[in-house]
């Protein structure tokens, strides 16, 4: 079974400071690999994911993820957060097969200060 | 293009009443997902469907909690009786197909089980 671990529950920065947030998960064969975001009252929506390639993975308003796959780790990071990126964030990993499913961590929340 | 539908948004029931979900994916989108979202948790995924049939339930507490897609299109969730560690947010998603394209999330249903 897969799984994974975000290791800061709650992160406060200031604005223009450089944010990463750590995700790791452990499964056994190939995965994909997402970062979803939540605005205050907005859905659940995608960031970024990887599948093959590049491990350096660019998302929408900055944002991008490296995947180190001998430490099983896809960490976000951003140089220059904004007020604006103020959200919960996810990461989730899927079995790379016709059936898999994504299990997600149990989220980060990010709050930036003006 | 509209987003995926989900009523009602909020429902609060006592312990071993009946509560219904409803959801209505991207027009043309051929997979559903059910997740659960307990407080302070990550989304976990209770059913996938892929049009009308089902390709994992394995999370689905198959005791009390019901789900089908009629037609391939719209989907209800049935939990039936609730516990109180059914209080949660109930998200729908939607997506194309399975593995390559982005999962598309409904603003959930906030189930309080009293």
């Known amino acids: 079974a897969q799984s994974v671990s975000q290791h800061n529950h709650h992160v406060i920065l200031s604005e223009a400071a450089s944010l990463e947030l750590g995700c790791n998960y452990s499964?056994?064969?190939?995965?994909?690999l997402f970062w979803y975001v939540q605005y205050p009252g907005q859905h659940l929506q995608l960031l970024l994911k990887?599948?093959?390639?590049?491990?350096l993975v660019k998302g929408i308003k900055g944002f991008e993820a490296e995947f180190i796959k001998s430490k099983f780790s896809f960490n976000l990071r951003k140089p220059s957060v904004q007020w604006s990126d103020t959200a919960e964030y996810f990461c989730a990993v899927r079995a790379n097969t016709n059936a898999g499913k994504s299990t997600f961590g149990d989220g980060t929340t990010l709050t930036v200060k003006p | 293009e509209a987003g995926v539908a989900q009523s009602p948004r909020y429902k609060i029931i006592e312990k071993r009443q009946s509560v219904a979900f409803w959801c209505n994916p991207i027009?043309?989108?051929?997979?559903l997902y059910w997740y659960q979202q307990i407080l302070g948790q990550g989304p976990k995924l209770l059913i996938q469907f892929q049009n009308n049939g089902v390709v994992d339930d394995s999370q689905l507490p198959k005791d009390r909690f019901s789900a089908e897609r009629l037609k391939g299109v719209d989907s209800t969730l049935k939990i039936q009786p609730a516990k109180l560690e059914d209080s949660a947010v109930y998200l729908c998603?939607?997506?194309?197909?399975?593995?390559?394209?982005?999962?598309?999330f409904g603003p959930g249903t906030r189930l309080t089980v009293l």
């Open positions: 990887y599948f093959s390639g590049d491990p």
């Open positions: 998603a939607s997506s194309l197909r399975e593995i390559t394209d982005t999962q598309y």
């Open positions: 499964y056994g064969g190939t995965v994909n």
């Open positions: 027009s043309g989108h051929a997979t």
